[in-house]
């Protein structure tokens, strides 16, 4: 009998408000996709079966279990060689969580698991802007922090055990603005959701200048670059600081690196047009002068409501194959 061709794998993107998955085929199209909501499950095995239920009903409303090669999941403080989520500080459930080995069981297929970062880049590396690259960075700018990922000589760098790319905890300031993982100065207490809306207020505390600002019940950073668009002086002046934040993290990491290109990705590239040009004269004026003008700063091309799920199934790839219905 001949052996059926899988074509199909399954994304998952374990968020903090919701968890979406999908089936995506072998070019990277969304073939199917639903979501749950994440904070509904406090139970991790709760969240688990109701997870692989709507999964496998998702797959035979789809094709069917034959068609399904492995699954794939992004995850905050996913660990691509445990399997596991490991102390996730933003998720309802604590400790280790072996959610590789968890979905395997109940859903009998092979299942890969990494970071949202590492997910990420290897989306950006299959069908994104590092296709065809070799050496490249990745910077995942979400409204909770700043994650990485590298590629070296085609390979991630996970590091000795899995926690490489935490290019968030470079200090960018020393004594500078305290960060959730117990020290100072970090960058993503900088170039965050929370980083802006906090630079925002120390901008607006230094001035006594009119500011569309003022107003702001929430200072984030989408209403903040509306004011930029219309010309709020201030507004700018909170990007140009977060470029100038941003764009010394980023020529640390370059100057180590020297990567082909910095990827960038995330939510808080919608507010690129304000950051780009902050961002791009900070890096240039503190990155190692050889590496200077050979490493662009570029914006992920991959559409952000489909990234993380793309991502999860280019990782689902590359586990190896396995089943209990062959």
């Known amino acids: 009998m001949s052996q059926t061709i899988k074509t199909r794998v399954v994304g998952v993107d374990i968020g903090v408000e919701f968890t979406t998955y999908a089936i995506v085929d072998i070019r990277g199209f969304i073939i199917a996709e639903d979501r749950i909501h994440t904070p509904d499950y406090p139970n991790v095995n709760d969240f688990v079966n109701m997870l692989s239920e709507k999964i496998i009903a998702l797959i035979e409303d789809n094709g069917g279990y034959e068609t399904v090669r492995s699954v794939g999941i992004s995850a905050p403080s996913g660990n691509f060689l445990t399997g596991c ?15 590789a080995a968890m979905l395997r069981d109940r859903m009998g297929l092979a299942v890969a698991l990494g970071n949202d970062a590492h997910v990420t880049a290897i989306g950006e590396r299959v069908y994104g802007s590092a296709h065809g690259m070799k050496n490249f960075i990745v910077i995942s700018l979400g409204h909770g922090g700043v994650g990485s990922c590298f590629y070296s000589h085609g390979n991630p760098h996970l590091g000795a055990s899995g926690s490489a790319g935490e290019v968030g905890h470079i200090c960018v300031k020393d004594g500078g603005r305290q960060c959730g993982c117990g020290r100072k100065g970090c960058l993503e207490e900088y170039a965050s959701k929370r980083g802006i809306a ?17 107003s702001l019940e929430d200072l984030t950073p989408e209403a903040i670059g509306l004011c930029c668009d219309q010309g709020d002086v201030l507004a700018k002046e909170v990007y140009r600081r977060t470029g100038g934040m941003l764009g010394l993290g980023l020529s640390i990491y370059a100057s ?11 939510e808080l590239t919608k507010a690129w047009k304000w950051l780009e040009e902050p961002t791009q004269q900070s890096f240039d004026e503190h990155v190692f002068h050889n590496i200077r003008g050979k490493a662009p700063l570029m914006v992920s091309i991959i559409n952000d409501s489909e ?11 590359e ?8």
């Open 85 to 99: 989520i490991e102390n996730a500080g933003n998720m309802p459930w604590k400790g280790i969580i072996p959610m």
């Open 198 to 214: 906090q630079t925002a207020r120390e901008v607006l505390a230094e001035s006594s200048e009119p500011s569309l600002m003022r």
């Open 256 to 266: 180590v690196i020297n990567p082909e290109a910095v990827i960038l990705t995330g």
């Open 307 to 317: 990234r993380d799920v793309v991502g999860a199934s280019a990782l689902a790839w």
């Open 319 to 326: 586990v190896e194959e396995y089943s209990l219905f062959k």
